[in-house]
């Protein structure tokens, strides 16, 4: 720690910092704990991997949809009436085929479209997974149970400016004519950031 | 910063800890740190390039085994004391508890002079830059060559805007590298997509 | 290994804990730790690059908030029960705990073919190269241009020693570099010396 | 930790586990604990800086023993009875001048010339010194109490083959015609590393 000529004591457990920080708000009248209500809502309620299968299986039954999710991103997931944050000015949707697969990352700290394909699981966010999939995607795709055949090509996308990334799995077989709700159901949010891949149903 | 947070081609880490499904959140102060820094933000007591920066402050060993939303609180009471909405006192008194924060901030810097416009397909090198302050440069790409494969809308440059100084907007080129440029016989056949700003690259000839 | 261990040029840490005339024991435990790999050492259960590439291979949280004569004792411990001496369970039933060993070693290589040999004031390039196992290449001088201003006598060479690959020694040299070539307009003004095994180099013309 | 399918309990402190690896060697007739004794005892008493010190006191006092230190420490130190471990095949003495300061570090894991300058202290080993040394000499002896004039050069030697190197510090003014024994008394380990100078008695 920098601060060696501190007097050393008990570190604050994390949710009393937490309880700290929010008081100290609260009380200055920047209502932290609304704050806490609402987005904490939307973490958990709103910006969920149910939006972006919405996305993907509308791409899989709408060709024109798919193009323009292929061509602008973030305004086509406007038209499913999905927001993204203004920082996140550029939605790249990345579209897998039987011979490449897309996997995103954030090597430099953990970023994702988290409007469309929710909070990033922990393992995400891990130093392992940070380090490795950049330099060793295959042996760790298949660790995480996701064997690719070796004619498949592997692009790891690292999301190190604030353009997001989706990846659009292939539609599963035997899932022609379903409708979208049912297509919906199937893609999860794993299949988005491109460490899996949806099998037949 | 060359700092503990540019993990990219680091080895010796062991196998992700991976789950199917596995949930983003795990406990309730998880969720109330998250919205915390979020509300900072919305209230621009800061911006995302300060507050990523501030996790890259913190000491490493601390950012290393902390939690990824213990290294949220750390930037956000970091933050919140270097802009003086709260001394670290007061948030110690309240924890009642030490509070361990970021060590303070390099300055930035600008945009690059004389920055070049690039295309579709163009072939890119990435500068040798390294600065004391925030950059969203991976040090596995650098002096590196790669292809432009896309074209993001002007964003504010992370190396300034982390830091309060005056810059211009500028777009962000998807570069397409091959793994094996990267990490010479040392890394697995892979395309690897980093998103640059301008000012980080050169024309490759 | 791009591995934890390889601080040389690493921002965010803070301010050397200097004092002066400190000593370099302790506590009991610490010359013990010390004096049992060396023992190891003298009894040939393993090497110097053996047991430096051991403690290379610790997890790196471990690495970094270990103690030096933890990470030592680490590094007997890993290589004990590598070598077959001793079992981690008996360790553990000893230890009354659990015992935090390094991760399994990835394949060592041996020398460079082709090695050139060099002279005083011959220029040399730091090669590339990176490799899954152990090497005393710090990765800030990685492709970077310096002068040979040294020669030792020959050495086991470290990426086949610590690995039990067959090599032949060779020399290091002591090459100097300027800190403005490794760190680009980031780095104070310096002259940096470092030991570079023939391996490792390449006539830069 | 890499084995996160072991069952967690608690891990045994450092001295339970140089305990139980003294404790199992010994078992195997290795005769650690015999080792501990005997090495602990050069460690503590043997490989102490005042062998340096006696180094560099000669080489002050006799110029033909400094020009055959500087160039070959190895047999140089020899003359005074010092050894040095087999693997060390090489000293380099560093001679610094009012216009060069030299200092030695080890950035990928703590080596020095243990047996003739003493094991090295803590904070030659932390990551801190190991980090910055290289990239921010200047400062970094700043803060350690060394403001070096702008006039001087700094070259740092980074111990990464084996190759062992102690810096010759200059002889302070004032002690021209002291004994040799009078001279060591003054050199101290951190002058041999190169964090500190030497100053008038």
């Known amino acids: 720690m920098p601060d060696t000529d501190r007097v050393i004591q008990r570190t604050a457990s994390v949710e009393e910092r937490v309880d700290a920080v929010q008081a100290a708000l609260d009380e200055r009248g920047l209502k932290a704990s609304e704050a806490v209500e609402e987005l904490g809502h939307l973490a958990q309620e709103t910006w969920i991997p149910e939006n972006g299968a919405r996305v993907i299986a509308r791409a899989w039954i709408d060709p024109e949809f798919r193009k323009r999710l292929l061509a602008n991103g973030r305004e086509a997931v406007a038209e499913l009436g999905l927001a993204m944050p203004k920082h996140h000015r550029h939605l790249v949707v990345l579209e897998n085929t039987a011979q490449v697969q897309n996997v995103i990352c954030c090597t430099l700290c953990s970023c994702t479209a988290f409007t469309i394909i929710g909070l990033p699981p922990d393992w995400y966010k891990d130093v392992e997974y940070r380090s490795r999939v950049v330099r060793e995607s295959r042996t760790v795709l298949r660790e995480m149970g996701l064997d690719l055949p070796p004619q498949v090509e592997i692009r790891v996308w690292d999301t190190t400016a604030d353009t997001r990334y989706m990846v659009l799995p292939e539609q599963p077989r035997g899932t022609g004519g379903w409708s979208e709700d049912k297509l919906a159901a199937l893609v999860t949010r794993d299949s988005m950031i491109g460490v899996a891949r949806l099998g037949a149903p | ?205």
């Open chain 2, 1 to 205: 910063m060359d700092g503990i947070h540019d993990l990219g081609g680091r080895q010796g880490f062991g196998k992700v800890r991976y789950t199917q499904g596995a949930t983003a959140f795990h406990a309730a102060w998880e969720v109330r740190a998250n919205s915390l820094y979020a509300h900072a933000v919305r209230l621009r007591i800061f911006n995302m390039d300060e507050y990523r920066h501030a996790i890259e402050r913190m000491d490493p060993r601390h950012y290393l085994t902390a939690s990824y939303y213990e290294r949220s609180l750390t930037s956000l009471a970091t933050l919140l004391v270097e802009k003086g909405v709260v001394t670290r006192e007061e948030l110690e008194r309240r924890a009642g508890g030490d509070f361990p924060l970021a060590a303070p901030s390099a300055p930035g810097r600008t945009n690059a002079e004389g920055r070049a416009r690039f295309r579709l397909g163009d072939r890119v090198r990435v500068t040798q830059d390294s600065v004391p302050g925030h950059m969203r440069l991976p040090g596995y790409i650098r002096g590196k060559t790669g292809v432009v494969v896309g074209e993001s809308p002007a964003y504010p440059f992370p190396d300034a805007h982390a830091h309060g100084v005056q810059s211009e907007d500028e777009p962000t080129y998807d570069v397409r590298f091959r793994s094996g440029d990267l990490w010479p016989n040392s890394a697995e056949p892979a395309l690897i997509h980093v998103g640059v700003f301008q000012s980080y690259l050169e024309p490759a000839g």
